[in-house]
């Protein structure tokens, strides 16, 4: 199914904190994945399946990859504009995120996480994720949010 990015993404916009910084007022590099979750935890809520539904729904969604490509530092005092995009949502959650200096608009980083549906009763990870997720993600696609649980 030809997915629409706009409908599968969300953006938001944040201040780079002194905490986040090194010695030289640079963004540190582990910070990114805080950076990505912020940005994550945005889109499941558009979706309607953040980590509260989740939990309900009896699955968790571990992280089992992770890439980042560093392309521009972040400082402290700039703003961060991320946009998170939905990549994959049939057999693993594949979430694509790029963030922005929000007043340069340059390109600073490029990252992806994938994570896998596991059963919280069980333990045992899913190679599809669960029904009530992929429905929320085609409700969303055909334009409303899903009331079906």
Known sequence: MEMDTKLLSEEITFPVEFYDTDSMQVVWHGNYVKYMEK???????KIGFGYLEMSRSGFAFPIVDMRIKYVQSLRFGEKVRAVASLAEYENCLKVKFEFYNADTGKLTTKAESTQMAVS?????????TPQIFRNKVEALLQGGKDDVH
């Not at 919280?120 to 599809?128: A, P, Q």
């Open 39 to 45: 940005a994550r935890c945005a889109l499941l809520d």
């Open 120 to 128: 919280m009763e069980t333990g045992e990870s899913s190679f599809v």
